[in-house]
């Protein structure tokens, strides 16, 4: 799925948001994989203090932790980055 068509999804407010497509979208916005403390997926970003913790249940993310993610992204102005 194209990186502006997934944000489009996530933006939605879909309660049916896969792990991968929050991966994917966390990433396309810069932030890198620091740990996994059990199911919990911690992902950093140089410029934003905040940590976003994504978790893995039976494929699907925990629509809090999109809206999360979201509220990050917005709060800091962040830009998705122009690699596919």
Same mark, same amino acid.
């Given at each position: 799925?194209?990186?502006?068509?997934?944000?489009?999804?996530?933006?939605?407010?879909?309660?049916?948001?896969?792990?991968? =497509?929050?991966?994917?979208?966390?990433?396309?916005?810069?932030?890198?994989?620091?740990?996994?403390?059990?199911?919990?997926?911690?992902?950093?970003?140089?410029?934003?203090?905040?940590?976003?913790?994504?978790?893995?249940?039976?494929?699907?993310?925990?629509?809090?932790?999109?809206?999360?993610?979201? =509220?990050?992204?917005?709060?800091?102005?962040?830009?998705?980055?122009?690699? =596919?």
């Amino acid at each position: 799925m194209k990186k502006h068509k997934l944000l489009q999804k996530l933006l939605s407010g879909s309660k049916n948001i896969r792990f991968s =497509e929050a991966v994917s979208c966390a990433k396309a916005f810069g932030f890198e994989l620091s740990r996994i403390t059990g199911d919990h997926h911690i992902y950093v970003h140089p410029q934003v203090p905040e940590l976003v913790n994504l978790q893995d249940v039976d494929g699907k993310a925990k629509p809090y932790q999109i809206k999360e993610l979201l =509220e990050i992204i917005e709060r800091h102005n962040l830009h998705m980055e122009d690699r =596919e």
